[in-house]
């Protein structure tokens, strides 16, 4: 989607998702696309069989249709101008924007943190019950799990990050206020950023 009016802190103007019809788990090009290809292919033990998507230029080249033809994936296109036929992902879109700007807005936050909004709206929207998957949230569908509930924090809440590790000497001082900024996807833990160096924790 985009390209965004306002650069992202990590110098995005774009971002993909993607929507499992199945478990409505949504994800968020090429390199994107093949990563998350492997991706479900090594951690569920299956194929994409169908890929739609409406007809923009990342989608529709020649590196895409071969990497679809290389995987035995169908690649479907909604018709030009009928952004209807995309429906549920028009939907799924415009739930991430409008979650991803009310938490943005709440926290005061730049709009170049609007990435960091969106990305962890579309953590807790997958980790929501919905009553679409019987009460079930969509991660549960995809991991046969419940998600866990107490890993949840406000986006833009102050965090106090255990810096033990990284102290240049013994009486520095081991937590320094920060403002909690996203879920990490490496680390089991969150990405928090310092308000006067402007880094990442």
Request: with cysteine; charged share 20%.
């Amino acid at each position: 989607m985009g390209p965004s009016s306002v650069m992202s802190i990590d110098n995005y103007w774009y971002y993909v998702v993607f929507v499992d019809d199945h478990s409505r788990l949504k994800y968020d090009f090429y390199h994107i696309l093949m990563v998350f290809i492997k991706l479900v292919q090594t951690q569920f033990s299956c194929k994409i069989k169908i890929f739609q998507s409406d007809g923009v230029t990342e989608f529709v080249n020649y590196k895409v249709r071969s990497l679809f033809e290389e995987n035995g994936t169908l690649h479907r296109l909604s018709c030009s101008y009928m952004p209807q036929q995309n429906g549920m992902v028009e939907r799924k879109h415009r739930h991430i924007v409008e979650t991803g700007l009310a938490m943005l807005f709440n926290t005061k936050l730049p709009p170049s943190f609007w990435l960091d909004a969106f990305s962890s709206a579309v953590y807790i929207i997958n980790r929501l019950p919905t009553p679409i998957l019987d009460g079930k949230s969509p991660f549960e569908i995809l991991y046969l799990q419940p998600p866990n509930y107490n890993i949840f924090r406000a986006f833009g809440c102050h965090a106090f990050p255990y810096l033990r590790d990284d102290l240049e000497h013994k009486l520095a001082l081991r937590r320094i206020p920060c403002i909690f900024i996203d879920y990490s996807p490496i680390y089991k833990g969150y990405r928090c950023l310092n308000p006067i160096t402007h880094e990442f924790i």
